[in-house]
């Protein structure tokens, strides 16, 4: 038996419990996780409390990375070893043509082991503490997808990072100066401000939508911002189109605005603008271009170049409720780790 944390019903972070479940061998195409920490990401939030893209099969397993050992290996995969040193990464099962299923919900890395797919299972730089392991990999693949693989962020860009305290923005920010590009970073507390500039931002912009584009169009000398980087959208959408240059390439990776989008069509015409509405799955549902991800990740993680910000490390199952408070206060700088 091993503990893990479930939930029988959507609420607040007080529905999440610790449960024992049964250790089963893993099937042939899965492997086992002794999972030794696991990062904190909005998705789980919004899961746990109904408002996700899939529906909670109950009970529900929760959590979508972690870091640990391999403990157990199913029969046909090959290449990893019992003890190697891994990462689950953020992954969803989905059909031919691409429809998300609503079966991820019964894996979860929250819990002492986790079984999932093969192919959500990753090598990690053996320095690596497990910590920062749990703490890279939904940040920096999601900024892979979104700026590399669709943006293609070059020196020459000005990039716009919104809610740019999160890790996964973060971790977009890091993403863009290693290229060398441009990055102005929006958040709403003064209070960031110092952070995000030690962070790397060239500029950051406090304040609400109204402000933001004509901070944008000052700070560009009126050419606006080449790529933005948002997991926002709904109503910032039109102060977005406001603020992007002609040709700009506007990446959209979340909905955390629950309002349904409204900007001139014939603005973002008249600028020819890219809208990508984008999901880290269409990255890790992918092998091939899951490795390319993972190669560009691992290399930077090795070097160094790639540091996660941490914001809280709290410690044991028991306090997975209150990481999931953390997180919804709105107030974390970086990432949150459960470490075991």
């Known amino acids: 038996m091993s503990a893990v944390v479930q939930f029988h019903a959507t609420g607040g972070p007080e529905v999440l419990q610790i449960e024992q479940v049964s250790d089963e061998p893993p099937g042939p195409h899965h492997i086992t996780v002794r999972v030794n ?28 990375e972690g870091a640990g050992t391999v403990e157990a290996i199913g029969l046909d995969i090959h290449g990893f070893n019992i003890g190697d040193p891994v990462a689950i990464i953020p992954f969803v099962l989905a059909d ?17 082991v986790a079984t999932v797919p093969a192919g959500a299972v990753v090598r990690v730089p053996h320095k690596l503490s497990s910590v920062t392991s749990a703490a890279s990999w939904m940040q920096y693949l999601t900024a892979w997808g979104g700026l590399v693989y669709y943006a293609d962020v070059t020196p020459e860009d000005t990039v716009l990072v919104t809610a740019a305290s999160s890790s996964a923005a973060l971790g977009g920010l890091q993403l863009c100066k290693d290229i060398g590009a441009r990055v102005i970073a929006v958040t709403r507390s003064e209070e960031k401000v110092d952070r995000l500039l030690a962070a790397g931002a060239d500029n950051v912009l406090v304040g609400s939508s109204q402000d933001l584009v004509p ?3 000052e700070i560009t000398r009126g050419r606006g911002a080449t790529v933005i980087y948002d997991p926002i959208s709904g109503t910032l959408a039109a102060a977005l189109i406001g603020a ?32 990508k509405f984008y999901s ?29 910000i ?31």
Request: proline share 4%; net charge positive; with cysteine.
């Open 96 to 112: 031919a043509n691409g429809y998300w299923q609503d079966e991820s919900s019964k894996y979860g890395t929250y819990g002492e």
């Open 215 to 217: 901070k944008v169009l």
């Open 310 to 340: 941490i914001d809280t490390v709290f410690y044991g199952l028991m306090s997975t409720v209150d990481a999931h408070r953390r997180m919804e206060s709105n107030s974390q700088f970086g990432k949150i780790v459960v470490k075991l």
């Open 280 to 308: 880290l799955y269409d990255v890790t549902r992918r092998p091939e271009r899951l490795q390319q991800a993972h190669d560009y990740v691992y290399r930077r993680l090795e070097k160094n170049i790639f540091q996660p």
């Open 37 to 64: 920490a696991f990062g904190i990401n909005r998705a789980e939030c919004m899961l746990r409390s109904g408002t996700y893209a899939f529906n909670p099969i109950f009970p529900c397993r929760i959590g979508t």
């Open 244 to 275: 992007a240059s002609p040709e700009a390439r506007i990446i959209c990776y979340g909905d955390l605005s629950p309002a349904n989008i409204d900007f001139s069509a014939s603005e973002a015409l008249t600028k020819r603008v890219n809208i």
